[in-house]
C-alpha cells in the first residue's frame, strides 16, 4: 500500500494503544536490512516493523486486485495495486472516514516532520514532493495519478508499463474501486492484528 493506507493504519494503532508506529511506517521503504540493525529508537522502529506486516499481507497472491492486475503488469502489480487503493482512499476519503481528509494529511505529514532529524538519506525529497504537492490529497484527481505514474515510469527500470496504469484502470473503474477498498480494509485489519500478536 503507498503512504495514505500506511498512514490510515498507523493512525487507527497509535491512537488506540498509544504507540508511535506512523513515522517507522511512513518511511519504511527508506530502512533497508534487519531491523535490529536499524539505527532508530526502539519505539519507532514498531513503525519499520509494521510497514513490513503490511506489506506482506498486501504482498499476497490472493490480493484481491492481482487477478485484474497481474496479466497487464507483471512485477509491477503491487506498485499498481498501491497506488490505486490511494486513489479511491482519497476520492472516497469522507465517505468512508467520516474526516476531512486534509485534516488527516496534514496531521499525518506534521507527525513525521518531528522526526526530521532522522530522515533516511533519501527520504527528504520524498517528503518534500509528498508535502508540496499534497499528494495524499491530490490522489484522488485521475490527472495527478497519471502524472505520479509517469514519474515512476522514469524513475524505475523497465517501468514504461507503468505509464498505462491509468487508461487501465479507467476501463474497470468501479469493479476496481471495489476491490481496492475492500483490499484495503482487509489488509488493516489483518496487519493490525499480526503486529499486536508481535509486539505483545
Not at 126 to 145: A, E, R
Amino acid at each position: 500500500m503507498n503512504f495514505l493506507g500506511h498512514s490510515l493504519i498507523s493512525l487507527e494503532i497509535d491512537e488506540n494503544i498509544n504507540k508511535e508506529t506512523l513515522y517507522g511506517n511512513f518511511t519504511g521503504d527508506f530502512y533497508k536490512g534487519l531491523i535490529e540493525r536499524i539505527k532508530i529508537s526502539e519505539n519507532l522502529k514498531e513503525g519499520i516493523i509494521l510497514h513490513r506486516i503490511i506489506d506482506k499481507t498486501s504482498d499476497r497472491k490472493e490480493n484481491l486486485l492481482n487477478e485484474l492486475l497481474v496479466e497487464k503488469f507483471g512485477i509491477f502489480k503491487g506498485i499498481v495495486s498501491d497506488m490505486y487503493i490511494d486513489h479511491f482512499l482519497s476520492k472516497n476519503f469522507y465517505n468512508l472516514f467520516n474526516k476531512n481528509i486534509d485534516n488527516i494529511e496534514r496531521k499525518i505529514l506534521n507527525k513525521v516532520e518531528e522526526n526530521k532529524n532522522i530522515f533516511p538519506k533519501d527520504f527528504e525529497r520524498t517528503f518534500n514532493w509528498l508535502n508540496d504537492k499534497n499528494v495524499m490529497v491530490n490522489y484522488k484527481d485521475i490527472d495527478f495519478l497519471e502524472r505520479a505514474f509517469q514519474g515512476l515510469a522514469k524513475n524505475i527500470r523497465r517501468g514504461e508499463i507503468l505509464n498505462s496504469a491509468v487508461a487501465e484502470l479507467k476501463k474497470n473503474y468501479n469493479l476496481f474501486e471495489e476491490k481496492s477498498i475492500k483490499e484495503f480494509f482487509y489488509v488493516k485489519n489483518e496487519s493490525i492484528k499480526v503486529f499486536l500478536k508481535k509486539i505483545f
